[in-house]
């Protein structure tokens, strides 16, 4: 089992970065993703989400910016960034969860810099 992320990098304000989340070893289908993310000296904070029903939630901060897709042939779920600015910069992280279980990644790190 087996959760990574994917797709970050250093961009400039106002443009776009789309992240992966990419399950190995059971299907995401029936969980929910949660994307988090935690900038330098700052507490892990929720972005934006998914349930097993596909009802999507998203901080204050990031809508209409911000989308979260889900592909169930590719096993994957994406947070589509547009517009990113400076204080999207942080390392995003995905969360697997059902019930009690959560599955967590490594984290891809996101800079939005000029």
């Known amino acids: 089992v087996q959760v990574v992320e994917s797709g970050g990098g250093l961009v400039q304000p106002g443009e776009s970065l789309r992240l992966s989340c990419e399950a190995s070893?059971?299907?995401?289908?029936?969980?929910?993703i949660i994307w988090h993310r935690q900038a330098p000296g700052m507490p892990r904070d929720w972005v934006a989400s998914?349930?097993?029903?596909?009802?999507?939630k998203y901080q204050e901060s990031v809508k209409g910016r911000f989308t979260i897709i889900r592909d169930n042939a590719k096993n994957s779920v994406y947070l589509q960034m547009n517009n990113l600015k400076p204080e999207d910069t942080a390392v995003y992280y995905c969360?697997?969860?059902?019930?009690?279980?959560?599955?967590w990644g490594q984290g891809t790190q996101v800079t939005v810099s000029s």
């Open positions: 070893g059971f299907s995401l289908n029936g969980y929910g």
């Open positions: 998914i349930g097993g029903t596909n009802l999507k």
């Open positions: 969360e697997v969860t059902r019930l009690k279980t959560s599955y």
